[in-house]
């Protein structure tokens, strides 16, 4: 059901939990909590254990489901603390079954206020991909981009990062023994969720610490266990950041690279004016693991009249030689007040097959969730839009 606006401002502010959540923390995170709630030293390790099967496997929402912990431990855990999950304000579903959840974040000690941050759940025929943001707001500016006209308040936990999915595997029944939603299409598959990409709100590269610890939640085969290889980490071109991705944490690496000339580069992703083409390439080629079998993809919004001429498709190619490379071709998504229209499909076709001839994979993204802002660089949370609409009409 789709949800209106007047709706999303509706729903009142949620007060701070009384207890913490178990829900997104890590292994070790888990075992400090048990270790702070008096639980016998030689007890943490295997009840930790224990939580994490039940949080990130079974994916309970009761203590009382956890029936291989003695009742007097989880009448001390229902005490302690919770399984509650941020709280998700609205769901709206696309026509073609991509859904995006706004989701409200609790207030932290820090930081009293709530915020919202938004996931995308695509799914298709081989996979359902869970598109997480990693930053309430950004700090990029792109251009072309919907998120990047949100200022950045804040950089997500870890366990908030790891919620998107629970609430994603909540929302579509993608646990054990749980019936999947009948809405919205889902993959054939075992698991509903398949892949995950860092490609919602915010930056990672820029909250990278937080990132790399879900990443660690998220690819522990013990719990929620995706393969690394299916999680994509995308960057607008931290440069400094690549290399100690790929050592320290090892996901799949996309670049948000969208221009062939730093001049073009600078206007759509200002980042470039601090880290240039030339110097993003040389550490994509130094990226730890990149093989032909481990290749980096390399995103292209296609923009019309902007990037999207053969010379510019030929200037791709002789840019990226040598790098094991994919590149997918993104049809531009409009949003409203863009300056930007998307390039014809025949441009695109012309423009995909001299990068194809090329010998690279060249994939144009089918644009999805588009009615519901959802696809490729809309995302942006209707409650910040309200609030700015709010702020321009009491001025």
Known sequence: MLTSAATIDAVPAISSPIVPSLVGMTRSEIASALEAADVSPREVRMRAAQIWHWIYHRGVTDFAA?????????????????????????QQISTDGTRKWLIRLPPRADDTRPHEV??????????????????VGC????TFCHTGTQT????????????????????????????????GLVPDAERA?????????????????????????????????????????????????????????????????????DDLRNKLVPLNKKY??????????????????????FEYVMLKGVNDSDAEARELVRLLKGIPAKINLIPFNPWPGTQYECSDWERIEAFSEIVFRAGYASPVRTPRGRDILAACGQLKSATERLRARARLAAE
Not at 66 to 90: D, Q, Y
Not at 118 to 135: K, N
Not at 197 to 217: H, Q, R, S, T, W
Request: with cysteine; proline share 5%.
């Open 139 to 142: 700090t990029l500016a792109c």
């Open 66 to 90: 956890m029936t291989n912990i003695g009742k007097p431990l989880r009448a001390v855990l229902e005490e302690r603390f919770s399984l509650a999950r941020p709280e998700i304000v609205t």
């Open 193 to 261: 969720v398949t892949n995950i990409v860092f490609m919602g709100m915010g930056e990672p590269l820029y909250n990278l610490d937080g990132v790399k610890a879900a990443i660690e939640v998220m690819s522990d085969g013990e719990g929620l266990s995706l393969s690394r290889r299916r999680i994509t980490v995308s960057t607008s071109g931290v440069v400094p950041e690549i290399e100690r991705l790929g050592a320290e944490s090892g996901p799949m690496l996309a670049i948000s690279l969208h221009a062939t000339r």
């Open 276 to 297: 240039d083409i030339k110097t993003l390439l040389e550490a994509c080629r130094a990226y730890p693991g990149v093989s032909n079998a481990r290749r980096i993809t």
């Open 152 to 183: 950045l308040v804040r950089n997500l936990t870890s366990a908030e990062i790891v919620a998107q999915l629970v609430i994603a595997r909540d929302a579509i029944g993608d646990w054990p023994g749980m019936e999947r939603s009948k809405e």
């Open 118 to 135: 938004e996931a995308v759940y695509i799914p298709e025929a081989d996979r359902g991909t869970l598109c997480v943001s990693s930053q």
